[in-house]
């Protein structure tokens, strides 16, 4: 059994009981994905599964046969940030930056859910063929990664900057 983690392959470990977060940090010393409430609360945990995004704390490694998890370490590199990592650095979207991968992951998975016409508790029309990409509808959608500090506005105008002008095909890349 394996799965493809940030574009490389990777044993499923052999016990049905490691969460993918402890596969991703203790297996495979991947520690940008952090571990926060380990209840699946806080977001911090978050990754992406198959492009969806998935709180990695309450999901089993085995879960993930054959499919491809990207974690923060697979979003951009040291030299090249992706342009949410740029955003985040601009609008000052964090200041411990302890929730700061799972605020970015999750933002990515929201953005290819809002491109899909995905709609949210806030979204006003639900037969709109395009869904709003505004701060409340931003907010909304990432109330499930919670930022300790305080950094909210920075990351809402961070998440705006890198998505809203962006063509659909283009917003989840």
Do not use: W
């Not at 993918?20 to 010393?29: N, V």
């Not at 490694?61 to 370490?73: K, L, N």
Request: hydrophobic share 40%; aromatic share 4%; charged share 20%.
């Amino acid at each position: 059994m394996s799965m493809i983690i940030n574009g490389l392959p990777a044993e499923v470990p052999l016990d049905p009981r490691v969460s993918l977060l402890d596969f991703l940090r203790d297996g495979l010393h991947l520690h940008g994905t952090k571990k926060g409430c380990d209840q699946g609360a806080c977001g911090a945990c978050t990754v992406l599964a198959d492009g969806e995004r998935i709180l990695s704390c309450l999901a089993l490694a085995v879960q993930y046969d054959g499919r491809s998890v990207t974690t923060i370490e697979g979003v951009g590199t040291a030299t090249e940030l992706h342009q949410l990592q740029q955003a985040f650095i601009e609008h000052d979207g964090f200041q411990c930056g302890y929730c700061t991968p799972g605020q970015i992951c999750s933002a990515i998975g929201m953005a290819e859910e809002i491109r899909r016409g995905v709609p949210s508790h806030v979204t006003d029309d639900l037969d709109a063929p395009t869904m709003p990409f505004c701060a409340e509808e931003i907010r909304e959608r990432m109330s499930g990664n919670l930022c300790r500090c305080g950094a909210h506005n920075g990351i809402v105008e961070a998440i705006a900057a890198t998505f809203a002008a962006l063509p659909e095909a283009e917003a989840a890349e």
